[in-house]
Structures are given as structure tokens and as C-alpha cells.
């Protein structure tokens, strides 16, 4: 039978090695990690700033025109410049603030930042490729299948009514052709935005568009 | 098990010594300390209510204002108007994000927005009356008013909101700036 001891360059070493496997063994914490949530910052952000008009999962419309964040279409269309630039420079005029410091809002760019990281948790779907190419047409014919499909819930002009104005500056500025074709074609499933897929031509759309961008002011 | 052979070499009958017993224990009541270390950091949170500027607040001169006789949450744009044109002591809080009362807001008006007032409302003088409002014109306003009163103030919620106080002509800062529907929240 052997006496170990710490006596002596092996034992000293032996003795060592079970330090570091009682550190190993006992420390269960190191054995168990626990991984920070990434977006613990942002969900604070958006209980703070956002819930309280666009509700507490994104559902929308708590507050009228706050329009529905966490909807799958969407998000699926959205570029990260589109919902940065809404979050920061907001739609001045209208319920949404601009929320970027250098608009006198709380929100440093790396908070934006974090908001759009949320936003991004929510979407289930694919991003869209979205058709970005060249607006055909004109605005002719484009007027009555406004006044007919779209004024009753976005008003006559863009303003706005029970959904969300188009003809805000803002908006229109960042909004892209494909963004607008693609709203428009395939709506918003589980809000009042139908989709217009069946019912209009590709032509019908861009003249549609051609009429939301005259709203846009100097146009 | 005991795979490496150095470690093998410990057997069930190997005695280990009271030095070396005491090697163990110390690392043993060490490990929870180094297994702490190792637990991640949290991530930063936003919410710095420590960071938070509340306004300060000039009281005006003048006989206090009387919003006692009025039920409820609510006061009238009337009344308001009434007590301002007498020359009543009261605070208008504009309820609003800072980006918008930045923008432009009632005449006289502090900025309290909502995501600040369970800080910030303890902070104010609790003697006066204080009318919050925003565009809503009762959701954002009204998350302050409450916020006042229960930190012992008194407050009411301007009833018809920023953009009716706005549109009928009553003092804005600054004067000219606000056209149209740009009323903000």
C-alpha cells in the first residue's frame, strides 16, 4: 500500500492535478453555462418606447395607424435601413415619434440598432426578394383604383385613415418600389390589408405606385 | 475513472495524506468561487433610470390653480383655458417623446415623456397642479398624470390633447412652427 504524500516532485504534481479536477468536478456553474440573451437590451427598449402603441408582441394598432411590427409580410419585405430610418427619424406629424438622438429622441443608433434586431426575431418567413425593377407606366388609371381599393382605409390623399398613412415624407423617402409592390400584391394576412395578387395586373400595380409616390411632397 | 496513468496509479488503496486531504479541500471551497467566474455577463440593459434626466421645474407666480372641483382624470380644454387666462398657477407636462416636444408644445410646457415619468414624477414639486398631455390624446397623458399622483402630486389629463389645444389657437412655442397635422403624439 502506497502512502501519498506531498512530499516530492510526483506527489507535488499529483497533488496539483487534484486541485484542478476538485475545480473541475465541483464547479458545476462552468459545467452549465448560461447564454446571455442577446436582445435583453432591445425587448427593454421596446417595453419602454414601443408597446405601448404597437403592443407588447408587435400585433399593432394599440394606438391607431401603429402599424402591425411583428407581421410576418412585413418583416419579410422590410429592409433593415426601411425599419431603422422608421425608428430614428419616425413620421413627424403623425403618433410615430422620431426616436434617434440626433432627432432629440432616447435612442442611441446602436439601440435602433437593437430594435431592428428584435424585429428581426419575430420573422418566421424567408426574406422576400423583392422586384425592384423600373416603374412601368404612369399614374393614368392608377387614381380610380386608389379612390376604389384604397382611400376608404389609407384616405383620399395618402393621409391616412383606419391604417396607416402613405403620403408621409419620411416614408416615402425610404420606401422602396419593390416594398410597395410587394404590400400591395400580397397584403398583410391578419389585418384588413388584403392582397391584391388576384385582382390586379403588374401594370395596375406600378400605376398604383406611380399615384403613392405623387403624394410625396415636390412631386 | 482514472485513465491518465499518473492518476491510476491512485487506487482504492492508495491512502492519500492529511496535507494532501487539505489541498483538496481548499480547492474544493475555492472552485465555487472560480466556477462563479465563469458565469457570462449579463448584457447591458437600456433601461438607466439611474441615467435618466427628469425636468426641473420653474413654478409660476400667481393663485393656484383650481382643478379640484373637476371629476375624474379629465379637465376640460375650457377650463384650462379659463385658469391660464386668469393667471393660475399650474404646470403643463408634455407627455410626449422628447423628439416631439422638442418640435413644439404648449407654451410654458416641461418635458416628461411617458417612458420617464415612474422615475421622474417623485422628483417634481408635489404642490402644485400639474395638466399633462399628448396627441393621443389620453394614452401617453395619462401614464403621467397617474405617475404624479401617486407620488403624492396632483395632476389632471387635458382632454381633448395636444392637437385640439393646437388647433384651436391656443399658445404653442415656438408660435409659428406647427402647420397642418404635424402635431406629434
Given at each position: 500500500m502506497h502512502t501519498l504524500t506531498a512530499n516530492g516532485p510526483r506527489a507535488r504534481w499529483m497533488s496539483a492535478g487534484l486541485c484542478v479536477m476538485s475545480v473541475w468536478i465541483l464547479?458545476?456553474?462552468?459545467?452549465?453555462?448560461?447564454?446571455?440573451?442577446?436582445?435583453?437590451?432591445?425587448?427593454?427598449?421596446?417595453?419602454?418606447?414601443?408597446?405601448?402603441c404597437h403592443g407588447d408582441?408587435?400585433?399593432?394598432?394599440?394606438?391607431?395607424?401603429?402599424?402591425?411590427?411583428?407581421?410576418?409580410?412585413?418583416?419579410?419585405?422590410?429592409?433593415?435601413?426601411?425599419?431603422r430610418v422608421g425608428i430614428r427619424d419616425g413620421r413627424p406629424g403623425t403618433k410615430m415619434s422620431a426616436w434617434g438622438v440626433a432627432k432629440g429622441g432616447p435612442l442611441r443608433a446602436d439601440q435602433v440598432d437593437g430594435l431592428v434586431a428584435l424585429m428581426r426575431s419575430w420573422q418566421k418567413r424567408t426574406t422576400l426578394t423583392l422586384d425592384e425593377s423600373k416603374l412601368t407606366g404612369n399614374a393614368a388609371g392608377g387614381e380610380t383604383i386608389?379612390?376604389?381599393?384604397?382611400?376608404?382605409?389609407?384616405?383620399?390623399?395618402?393621409?391616412?385613415?383606419?391604417?396607416?398613412?402613405?403620403?408621409h415624407p419620411v416614408f416615402l423617402a425610404s420606401v422602396s418600389d419593390g416594398f410597395l409592390r410587394a404590400s400591395i400584391l400580397q397584403g398583410r394576412p391578419g389585418t384588413p390589408m388584403p392582397a391584391y395578387a388576384e385582382t390586379l395586373s403588374a401594370s395596375e400595380v406600378d400605376s398604383l405606385i406611380h399615384v403613392i409616390r405623387s403624394f410625396s411632397p415636390g412631386k | 475513472?482514472?485513465?491518465?496513468?499518473?492518476?491510476?496509479?491512485?487506487?482504492?488503496?492508495?491512502?492519500?495524506?492529511?496535507?494532501?486531504?487539505?489541498?483538496?479541500?481548499?480547492?474544493?471551497?475555492?472552485s465555487p468561487?472560480?466556477?462563479?467566474?465563469?458565469?457570462?455577463?449579463?448584457?447591458?440593459?437600456?433601461?438607466?433610470d439611474a441615467g435618466t434626466t427628469c425636468p426641473g421645474v420653474s413654478l409660476p407666480g400667481g393663485e393656484d390653480a383650481d382643478f379640484s372641483s373637476v371629476s375624474g382624470l379629465f379637465v376640460p380644454m375650457s377650463k384650462v383655458r379659463a385658469e391660464l387666462d386668469k393667471g393660475a398657477r399650474f404646470v403643463f407636462v408634455d407627455a410626449r417623446p422628447s423628439g416631439d416636444f422638442a418640435m413644439h408644445h404648449i407654451l410654458g410646457a416641461i418635458?416628461?415623456?411617458?417612458?420617464?415619468?415612474?422615475?421622474c414624477a417623485a422628483?417634481?414639486?408635489?404642490?402644485?397642479?400639474?395638466?399633462?398631455?399628448c396627441g393621443c390624446p389620453h394614452a401617453e397623458s395619462s401614464i403621467v398624470a397617474k405617475a404624479i399622483i401617486a407620488a403624492g402630486g396632483k395632476a389632471k389629463v387635458l382632454d381633448e390633447g395636444y392637437i385640439a389645444w393646437k388647433e384651436a389657437g391656443h399658445p404653442i412655442y415656438p408660435a409659428a412652427s406647427v402647420t397642418g397635422t404635424d402635431a406629434g403624439s
Amino acid at each position: 500500500m502506497h502512502t501519498l504524500t506531498a512530499n516530492g516532485p510526483r506527489a507535488r504534481w499529483m497533488s496539483a492535478g487534484l486541485c484542478v479536477m476538485s475545480v473541475w468536478i465541483l464547479g458545476g456553474c462552468a459545467s452549465e453555462p448560461v447564454t446571455p440573451d442577446p436582445l435583453e437590451a432591445a425587448r427593454t427598449d421596446y417595453a419602454r418606447y414601443c408597446g405601448l402603441c404597437h403592443g407588447d408582441d408587435g400585433a399593432g394598432y394599440i394606438a391607431p395607424r401603429a402599424n402591425a411590427l411583428s407581421n410576418d409580410l412585413f418583416l419579410a419585405a422590410a429592409s433593415d435601413d426601411f425599419l431603422r430610418v422608421g425608428i430614428r427619424d419616425g413620421r413627424p406629424g403623425t403618433k410615430m415619434s422620431a426616436w434617434g438622438v440626433a432627432k432629440g429622441g432616447p435612442l442611441r443608433a446602436d439601440q435602433v440598432d437593437g430594435l431592428v434586431a428584435l424585429m428581426r426575431s419575430w420573422q418566421k418567413r424567408t426574406t422576400l426578394t423583392l422586384d425592384e425593377s423600373k416603374l412601368t407606366g404612369n399614374a393614368a388609371g392608377g387614381e380610380t383604383i386608389y379612390a376604389e381599393n384604397c382611400a376608404s382605409c389609407h384616405g383620399p390623399a395618402g393621409e391616412g385613415g383606419s391604417a396607416l398613412s402613405l403620403n408621409h415624407p419620411v416614408f416615402l423617402a425610404s420606401v422602396s418600389d419593390g416594398f410597395l409592390r410587394a404590400s400591395i400584391l400580397q397584403g398583410r394576412p391578419g389585418t384588413p390589408m388584403p392582397a391584391y395578387a388576384e385582382t390586379l395586373s403588374a401594370s395596375e400595380v406600378d400605376s398604383l405606385i406611380h399615384v403613392i409616390r405623387s403624394f410625396s411632397p415636390g412631386k | 475513472m482514472l485513465t491518465h496513468p499518473s492518476l491510476r496509479r491512485l487506487s482504492f488503496h492508495t491512502r492519500i495524506s492529511r496535507r494532501m486531504w487539505r489541498h483538496i479541500a481548499m480547492a474544493a471551497m475555492l472552485s465555487p468561487l472560480l466556477a462563479c467566474s465563469s458565469e457570462p455577463t449579463a448584457p447591458p440593459t437600456n433601461a438607466d433610470d439611474a441615467g435618466t434626466t427628469c425636468p426641473g421645474v420653474s413654478l409660476p407666480g400667481g393663485e393656484d390653480a383650481d382643478f379640484s372641483s373637476v371629476s375624474g382624470l379629465f379637465v376640460p380644454m375650457s377650463k384650462v383655458r379659463a385658469e391660464l387666462d386668469k393667471g393660475a398657477r399650474f404646470v403643463f407636462v408634455d407627455a410626449r417623446p422628447s423628439g416631439d416636444f422638442a418640435m413644439h408644445h404648449i407654451l410654458g410646457a416641461i418635458s416628461l415623456p411617458f417612458f420617464d415619468a415612474s422615475v421622474c414624477a417623485a422628483s417634481l414639486p408635489l404642490d402644485v397642479w400639474y395638466i399633462t398631455y399628448c396627441g393621443c390624446p389620453h394614452a401617453e397623458s395619462s401614464i403621467v398624470a397617474k405617475a404624479i399622483i401617486a407620488a403624492g402630486g396632483k395632476a389632471k389629463v387635458l382632454d381633448e390633447g395636444y392637437i385640439a389645444w393646437k388647433e384651436a389657437g391656443h399658445p404653442i412655442y415656438p408660435a409659428a412652427s406647427v402647420t397642418g397635422t404635424d402635431a406629434g403624439s
